[in-house]
């Protein structure tokens, strides 16, 4: 295949992460036989200094090129207070609304050299190994009214939940879907004993599951998941949720994998006519301005990506298992970055992108 990449360093430590997500994606498609065409482009807090915007127009039209878009982290603090439009985050939100992402999958996995680095008990946390799907354009963060009105006593601020019928059964039939492929069980976490948009939630997702009838379908209330999530992580295998509850859930699951800079994500949007998915592609951890270029990073949540990028937008199974066994491989060799506390000298985010592609 001919694999048409865009590339969003990004800020932070998002270049160096970035780099070694790229070197990774070279080796497996030469392995493989594939060629990989990238470009690169502006996001974030460098697209502000350079453009004076945080998702220049370039940008946009080169994400609706491409097959796929590999992002590293945005985000610098002397940005902090700056008014929302003018912030590095403002671009992301800008790049998920254009390419039409709808869904966030987080895959959570206790890798067994890690296991160590959970502050959870070993035997809570071995095995684990789920995707949590989040709703990623409705619910509270999109609707309105919204805003502050008002001053002194009388001041008050208003947010507004919302979802339609085709925004939850668009993302729950994705989410029956990966289920299907692999355990055949779905959680959907609600709060449908006391908020309606939860209700609705908990209905249609109910509806779409009689067209999957070979897929265990069960509920949790959100306050519940959250304390199974810890208590019982085994017990996941694919959960979907509203938008907040998975901004807040899939960071939970963060402390089972031992370091966020484990985990990678994919935001994914409608179906090519090749039956493929439209992707962004990026690690979960933040932009790290603190050890920015200091070679220090952990590059395996980019890396990671990189995997779900060749599953999701191209249908590349086979090899992003190759990426997955090999940054297994580097793990269990201890050669791996400060975060997760190897027993000897940590190693540099090269020497771990470098690790991968020599176990690929």
């Known amino acids: 295949m001919n694999l048409n990449v865009l590339i969003l360093p990004g800020d932070g430590i998002g270049p160096e992460v970035t780099r070694e997500a790229v070197r990774v994606l070279n080796r497996v498609a030469d392995k493989f036989g594939h060629t990989v065409k990238t470009r690169e482009a502006l996001l974030g807090g460098i697209a502000i200094h350079k453009t004076g915007g945080p998702f220049p127009a370039e940008t946009e039209t080169l994400c609706l090129e491409c097959d796929a878009t590999l992002m590293g982290a945005v985000g610098l603090p002397e940005f902090d207070d700056a008014p929302p439009e003018k912030r590095p985050e403002k671009g992301l939100l800008g790049i998920r609304k254009a390419m ?36 990623l ?9 919204r805003g502050v009105s008002g001053e002194g006593a009388g001041e008050r601020a208003v947010n507004t939940m919302t979802y339609t019928r085709a925004e939850i059964e668009r ?23 006391v908020i309606e948009n939860s209700q609705l939630w908990r209905r249609v997702v109910v509806e779409v599951a009689r067209d999957f ?33 998975g901004d807040i859930l899939s960071d939970e699951g963060a402390v089972l994998a031992g370091s966020i800079g484990m985990l990678p994500s994919a935001s994914i ?15 979960v951890h933040g932009s790290a301005p603190d050890i920015a270029g200091q070679n220090k990073a952990n590059p395996l949540g980019a890396i990671g990506s990189v995997a779900a990028m060749l599953e999701y937008s191209f249908n590349l199974k086979e090899e992003a298992a190759a990426v997955n066994r090999a940054m297994e491989t580097v793990l269990n060799s201890g050669r791996v970055t400060a975060d997760l506390k190897p027993k000897g000298v940590p190693a540099t985010t090269g020497q771990v ?7 690929i």
Not at 103 to 127: C, D, F, H, T
Not at 137 to 145: E, M, N, Q, W
Not at 353 to 359: K, M, P, R, T
Request: proline share 6%; net charge neutral.
């Open 100 to 135: 039409g992402v709808f869904a966030n999958l987080r895959p959570v996995r206790a890798y067994e050299a890690l296991i160590e680095s959970s502050p959870l008990k070993n035997a809570l946390v071995e095995g684990t190994d789920m995707i949590i799907v989040r709703e």
């Open 137 to 145: 354009t409705g619910g509270i963060y999109y609707g309105t009214p």
């Open 171 to 193: 993302v729950a039939r994705m989410a029956f879907e990966l289920a299907r492929n692999r355990r055949k069980k779905l959680t959907s976490v609600d709060k449908s004993n």
């Open 213 to 245: 009838p070979d897929v265990t379908l069960d509920h949790l209330l959100v306050d519940n998941a959250a304390m199974q999530l810890v208590l019982n992580p085994r017990r996941f295998d694919v959960m979907v949720t509203e938008n907040m509850f």
């Open 269 to 283: 949007g409608a179906r090519r006519p090749s039956g493929v998915w439209v992707g962004l592609y990026e690690p």
């Open 353 to 359: 992108g470098q690790g991968v592609c020599e176990a």
